[in-house]
């Protein structure tokens, strides 16, 4: 069975500060990772995902993973937060369906 | 245009109500789904349907059933509501069921059960 821990619950940056969010799955195959972004009152967009390849992943809004497969992790980044990242970030592992993780919520101070 | 489109986005209704959520999508996918998301942002999958046919069913009360009339549209209905049934319903779609598919999400209905 597939499945992901967030590091975490709530994580607090300053705006301009490094981002890390962190995420470790578990997964008995090849895992296709994913992570998406929920801002207040709405619905989850994706970020990010990887399958195969590239083991360093674009994204939208600046951010970025790096899936390690010796670590088990798929950790997000951004180099340089802005106000409007606050949001809550999940971490997702996908085979037969999607499984999220609980969730990290940033906040961005000015 | 909205690619998932779920109505209502807000419903307050008493206990022992019947209500119903509807959701269509325009993505042309083939794969659609409910997510319930609990006041602590967990999301969990209840169901999922592939070209109309039911494919996952999580262990979700009877009282929950959802209707698929075809690819494009996934409706919830939910008999009886009880308190612990408040929480916010995502519905979502992708082009396939399995592994790499990305998911799609709707705005997400906001049922309050009092």
């Known amino acids: 069975a597939q499945s992901v821990t967030q590091l975490g619950s709530h994580v607090s940056v300053s705006e301009g500060a490094l981002v890390l969010l962190r995420c470790n799955y578990s997964?008995?195959?090849?895992?296709?990772l994913f992570w998406y972004v929920q801002y207040p009152n709405q619905g989850l967009q994706l970020l990010l995902k990887y399958t195969t390849g590239a083991t360093l992943v674009k994204g939208i809004n600046g951010f970025e993973a790096e899936f390690k497969k010796s670590e088990t992790s798929f950790h997000l980044t951004k180099p340089s937060a802005h106000m409007s990242d606050a949001a809550e970030y999940f971490c997702?592992?996908?085979?037969?369906?999607?499984?999220f993780g609980a969730g990290t919520r940033l906040t961005v101070k000015p | 245009d909205t690619a998932v489109s779920q109505t209502p986005k807000y419903l307050v209704t008493q206990m022992g109500n019947d209500k119903s959520i509807k959701c269509e999508q325009n993505l042309g996918h083939d794969t659609m789904y409910w997510y319930k998301q609990d006041s602590k942002k967990f999301l969990k999958i209840m169901f999922s349907?592939?070209?109309?046919?039911?494919?996952i069913n999580e262990t979700v009360p009877n009282r929950f059933s959802p209707k698929s009339p075809d690819k494009a549209h996934l409706n919830l209905h939910i008999n009886s509501l009880e308190l612990g049934d408040s929480a916010v319903y995502f519905c979502a779609s992708s082009q396939g069921q399995g592994a790499g598919n990305t998911i799609y999400f709707g705005e997400g209905s906001w049922l309050t059960v009092v």
């Open positions: 349907y592939n070209n109309k046919e039911l494919i």
């Open positions: 997964s008995s195959v090849p895992p296709y």
């Open positions: 997702a592992v996908s085979h037969n369906d999607m499984r």
